[in-house]
């Protein structure tokens, strides 16, 4: 798996859009961006994913560069219950099941 | 509720102990996992299993031994464990490992003490 490079902590206001970068500069073509989160003391949750296209769900948006060396995860409108640590992993290709998880960014949303 | 329990949440157990952790996925997937989390270190995957058979096992010392029964059922045999394995364990399960889209579900966790 491609190394991923996140900043080790955010703050954002409620209500206020979260952006969270993360740096993929040795992604390979094969390879997704995956984004999960980890609230304190649970088991981590995805969130999203994506090759190459901007996606979008219900919890988040993905912005992934057109070189695809970096990209940001954006919570909209960030609540109280978004603190969490939030992991961005680049996997596939030949890593079947495998998710290397780093330190990831402490996001803290403050009232 | 993501479809993947463990028990139990919390054990505590003596050096000389042996205890069973338990994971089972009601979400219909084949391939499970087994992570480590230490205090303040990032998730180590331990073990993958995809359709019952054994794909990956991370270096993890003989101590941990993994069980899977069936698809829906993992388990992590613990015997004669030393205090730096203290962590909290986590199960994940997702549809299999197809090496292009893996999006796993995480239990809860079990957190373990060992004195």
């Known amino acids: 798996d491609a190394k991923t490079t996140q900043p080790p902590s955010m703050d954002c206001a409620e209500g206020r859009a979260a952006n969270l970068p993360c740096n993929h500069s040795?992604?390979?073509?094969?390879?997704?961006v995956y984004w999960y989160r980890q609230i304190h003391s649970q088991g981590p949750q995805y969130i999203i994913h994506g090759l190459k296209n901007n996606e979008t769900n219900e919890m988040a948006s993905l912005i992934i560069t057109e070189d695809r060396k970096s990209s940001t995860l954006i919570l909209p409108h960030a609540t109280l219950r978004d603190t969490a640590v939030y992991y961005c992993i680049a996997a596939g290709g030949t890593s079947y099941g495998k998710l290397t998880f780093g330190q990831g960014t402490i996001l803290t949303v403050h009232p | 509720e993501t479809g993947v329990t463990q028990t139990p949440r919390h054990l505590v157990m003596g050096m000389t102990n042996k205890k069973s952790l338990k994971c089972e996925q009601h979400l219909g997937h084949n391939a499970m996992y087994w992570y480590k989390q230490s205090a303040k270190k990032p998730l180590e995957l331990m073990f993958v299993?995809?359709?019952?058979?054994?794909?990956e096992n991370n270096s993890v010392p003989s101590r941990f031994s993994p069980e899977c029964p069936n698809s829906s059922h993992l388990f992590l045999h613990l015997h004669t464990l030393q205090p730096e394995d203290s962590a909290l364990y986590l199960c994940?399960?997702?549809?299999?490992?197809?090496?292009?889209?893996?999006?796993?579900?995480f239990g809860p966790g079990t957190r373990l003490t060992v004195l």
């Open positions: 040795t992604i390979s073509g094969n390879e997704y």
């Open positions: 299993y995809s359709l019952e058979e054994r794909v």
């Open positions: 994940a399960s997702s549809q299999e490992p197809s090496g292009n889209y893996n999006e796993q579900f």
